[in-house]
């Protein structure tokens, strides 16, 4: 199922906006919905989804939940000058994400 609308949450703050944004996609007709969140905003992203799925639309069913990371770059030089450099090399820094699929239930 090809999602219609994606809602990123980059920070805390950004939690009302996420409940209005998937309130108006959903009230514009949308029949599913793509919330993402990295790291620290994993749990808003749940708060959202569980908010949006209990309160304000009952009609709807969390579809799909992927877990996952990925890389995470930062000018990691700075902070390691002293160290040992083969150890820099072989650190790899992974930041954890989520992505939940929300959807209208089916009706038969």
Do not use: C, W
């Not at 930062?74 to 992974?94: E, F, G, L």
């Amino acid at each position: 199922m090809v999602n219609e609308t994606t809602i990123i949450i980059k920070n805390r703050n950004d939690k009302d906006k996420s409940i209005k944004d998937a309130i108006f996609a959903f009230s514009g007709g949308s029949k599913s919905l793509l919330i993402k969140g990295e790291g620290q905003e994993i749990s808003t992203a749940v708060e959202v989804a569980e908010i949006i799925k209990s309160r304000m639309y009952p009609r709807l069913e969390i579809a799909n939940v992927s877990l996952g990371s990925r890389p995470y770059f930062n000018n990691r030089q700075s902070y390691h000058k002293n160290k040992n450099p083969k150890y820099n090399k072989k650190k790899i820094d992974i930041i954890s994400k989520i992505e939940i699929t929300i959807q209208m239930k089916s009706i038969t």
